[in-house]
T-cell receptor, first 113, second 115 residues
Framework: GAVVSQHPSRVICKSGTSVKIECRSL??????MFWYRQFPKQSLMLMAT?????????EQGVEKDKFLINHASLTLSTLTVTSAHPEDSSFYIC?????????FGPGTRLLVL | AQKITQTQPGMFVQEKEAVTLDCTYD???????LFWYKQPSSGEMIFLIY??????QNATEGRYSLNFQKARKSANLVISASQLGDSAMYFC????????????FGAGTRLFVKA
């Protein structure tokens, strides 16, 4: 199946700093990618839809100025958590693919101290 | 309103037996897709099976089958011949075809396979 990579897999940062997470589709082109957040023992919550060449679409309650999304090419979408705080500590997962199959990246565990 | 409902927080099954994980959904969109994903402790999301709303037959993929009952808006996952490696979280998800093809997830069911 198609492969989606994420980098970094784990990151620990200090409160107030920004963290960039990359999501790459390795063997397909993705005009749309999705970003999810998963807190421990909870489900995946859709944060935003990343659209190649245009602005991302954010879900209700997700701050677009805090979670900056850039989708500059058909194989790369980035999520930047700006001024991270401990409550932003979570598992961030991206996905891309087709109508019938979404392939997920391996996820990025963010810990904000 | 909850669009994807998984009512079983945890399930136990004996190795080699079959197990059904429940999922109900709510949508007014006539075109949608239903998915099941497996998430082991490593966190990766593993695609298991897909059912489109217009598909006439229930989807099957190896030991996985999806019991699609459209009128009841249910999409239960059946795992046959359970294996110890099947122990994981299982998420039911739905893609509505209006609104950008985004996919939303249920709360998940943790499956424990006993030896």
């Amino acid at each position: 199946g198609a492969v989606v990579s994420q980098h970094p897999s784990r990151v620990i940062c200090k409160s107030g700093t920004s963290v960039k997470i990359e999501c790459r589709s390795l063997d397909f082109q993705a005009t749309t990618m999705f970003w999810y957040r998963q807190f421990p023992k909870q489900s995946l919550m859709l944060m935003a839809t990343s659209n190649e060449g245009s602005k991302a679409t954010y879900e209700q309650g997700v701050e677009k100025d805090k979670f900056l999304i850039n989708h500059a090419s058909l194989t790369l979408s980035t999520l930047t958590v700006t001024s991270a705080h401990p409550e932003d500590s979570s598992f961030y997962i991206c996905s891309g693919g087709s109508q019938e199959t979404q392939y997920f990246g391996p996820g990025t565990r963010l810990l904000v101290l | 309103a909850q669009k994807i409902t998984q009512t079983q927080p945890g399930m136990f099954v004996q190795e080699k037996e079959a197990v059904t994980l429940d999922c109900t959904y709510d949508t007014s969109d006539p075109s949608y897709g239903l998915f099941w994903y497996k998430q082991p402790s490593s966190g990766e999301m593993i695609f298991l099976i897909y059912q489109g709303s217009y598909d006439q037959q229930n989807a099957t993929e190896g030991r996985y089958s999806l019991n699609f009952q459209k009128a009841r808006k249910s999409a239960n996952l059946v795992i046959s011949a359970s294996q110890l490696g099947d122990s994981a979280m299982y998420f039911c998800a739905m893609r509505e075809d209006t609104g950008g093809f985004k996919t939303i997830f249920g709360a998940g069911t943790r499956l424990f396979v006993k030896a």
